[in-house]
């Protein structure tokens, strides 16, 4: 399997609902990445797991909460979100840290939308 | 942080012809440049890259360079088709964290 995958595609949530994103990739990658994406603008970087660990959080706020039970999920958990916070949540990953392995694939992307 | 500008913000070329986008970054730590197509309402897709020891890499009608000195890198696509087409992120890359261009959408007339 060469693919990142993501669940669900789409989602609609309430600001008071809670929900979860899901990735998995099955290519042997030790590093997995969440980016969010509004619409015309780059994909911005939100957490990064390396070996099953943080490693980076940019200073997203706590309505998000990630984790990776392990090497091959990721999700992200979503609580009391705002419709600002409506986007492309895209899931990515690579082999790992170390010369030659920062390629980063990424999946197919989960449309949130916050009413 | 690292800070990544790209030009031009759109680009309209006649099909057969060339398409060049810059970038500049700002962190001499950054060694991994890579180059992402998006076609609308689709995942970002690796085209090309080039690691901070290369100046120049092709692939087919597509090529990168690259000039550390300078902090620029450019792609470069030749003999465009209506299926180039789409929106082109530069990023660079230090450890994990890859920064993007604010992007370039490119339009191929037929």
């Known amino acids: 399997d060469t693919e990142v995958t993501q669940t669900p595609k789409h989602l609609v949530m309430g600001m008071t609902n809670k929900k979860s994103l899901k990735c998995e990739q099955h290519m042997g990658h030790r590093a997995m990445y969440w980016y969010k994406q509004k619409a015309k603008k780059p994909p911005e970087l939100m957490f990064v797991y390396s070996y099953e660990k943080l490693s980076i959080n940019e200073s997203v706020p706590s309505r998000f909460s990630p984790e990776c039970p392990n090497s091959s999920l990721l999700n992200l958990h979503l609580h009391a979100l705002q419709p600002e916070d409506s986007a492309l949540y895209l899931c990515a990953s690579s082999r790992g840290s170390g010369q030659g392995n920062y390629e980063q694939f990424f999946g197919p992307g989960t449309r949130l939308t916050v009413l | 942080g690292e800070n990544v500008e790209q030009h031009p913000s759109t680009l309209s070329v006649q099909e057969g012809d060339s398409a060049v986008i810059k970038c500049t970054y700002s962190?001499?730590?950054?060694?991994?440049f890579p180059w992402y197509k998006q076609e609308l309402g689709k995942r970002p897709q690796l085209i090309i890259d080039i690691r901070s020891n290369v100046g120049e890499k092709k692939d087919q009608r597509i090529a990168v360079t690259l000039n550390k000195t300078a902090k620029h890198f450019s792609l470069h696509i030749t003999e465009t088709q209506p299926e180039d087409s789409a929106v082109y992120f530069c990023a660079a890359c230090h450890d994990y964290k890859l920064s993007f261009g604010a992007g370039t959408t490119v339009t191929v007339r037929a």
């Open positions: 962190d001499s730590a950054s060694n991994y």
